[in-house]
């Protein structure tokens, strides 16, 4: 059974940086299968897809475009768990994160497993 | 880009049978995912790749698509199945390519 757990800080300072990380059991970060993806979800964008991070022989990377000059991604095999950092936040960034699972690697894949989600407020 | 349109809300008794569409242009042509998502939890998959059905899911749950139009049916509705549902597709041509629908309010009456 695969789980993911999320941690990090609910609260960010406008202009600062927001870093979440997801940690993974029943699965690998470097499973040349699957992808680690972050999703947030807020009242005024409904569920947007932020980006992923997945292993084919290399990590690969993609990113949406709305977010992509402010996104990191990376894996961190030792503790296997991806993190999630975006760069200069504002109120408009403030939602429920979550991190998933798209298990086989097809672009089509469904995200059949989520962390528990995180409430990120932006506010000084 | 690609948009993913579902009714803001759905009722119906406990025992009949519920049906929530998403609507997209030529949505048959795509595959599309099905989340139910209850207050203050995550979603949780109910239906992938338009009508299979993740272990665990009950029979009830069943999905369709054709057309403009994919539809998520779920048979002897029960209160417990009072959540919103959201569709998802993957989409090529928009940015992001992960679309998801605005989300259905289904209510038990």
């Known amino acids: 059974q695969v789980q993911l757990q999320q941690s990090g800080p609910g609260l960010v300072k406008p202009s600062q940086t927001l870093s979440l990380t997801c940690a993974i059991s029943?699965?690998?970060?470097?499973?040349?299968?699957?992808?680690w993806n972050w999703i947030r979800q807020s009242p005024s964008r409904g569920l947007e897809w932020l980006g992923r991070?997945?292993?084919?022989?290399?990590?690969?990377?993609d990113y949406a475009v709305s977010v992509k000059s402010r996104i990191t991604i990376n894996p961190d095999t030792s503790k296997n768990q991806f993190s999630l950092q975006l760069n200069s936040v504002t109120p408009e960034d403030t939602a429920v994160y979550y991190c998933?699972?798209?298990?086989?690697?097809?672009?089509?894949?469904?995200?059949?497993?989520w962390g528990q989600g995180t409430l990120v407020t932006v506010s000084s | 880009s690609y948009v993913l349109t579902q009714p803001p809300s759905v009722s119906v008794a406990p025992g009949k049978t519920a049906r929530i569409t998403c609507g997209g242009n030529?949505?048959?042509?795509?595959?599309v995912h099905w989340y139910q998502q209850k207050p203050g939890q995550a979603p949780v998959l109910v239906i992938y790749?338009?009508?299979d059905r993740p272990s665990g899911i009950p029979e009830r749950f069943s999905g369709s698509n054709s057309g403009n139009t994919a539809t998520l049916t779920i048979s002897r509705v029960e209160a417990g199945d009072e959540a919103d549902y959201y569709c998802?597709?993957?989409?090529?041509?928009?940015?992001?390519?992960?679309?998801f629908g605005g989300g259905t309010k289904l209510t038990v009456l």
């Open positions: 030529n949505i048959g042509s795509k595959s």
């Open positions: 998933a699972r798209a298990p086989t690697g097809m672009v089509q894949d469904p995200f059949d497993y």
């Open positions: 991070t997945y292993y084919r022989s290399k990590w690969y990377n």
């Open positions: 029943g699965d690998s970060v470097s499973s040349n299968s699957a992808a």
């Open positions: 998802q597709v993957w989409d090529s041509s928009s940015d992001p390519p992960v679309v």
């Open positions: 790749y338009d009508s």
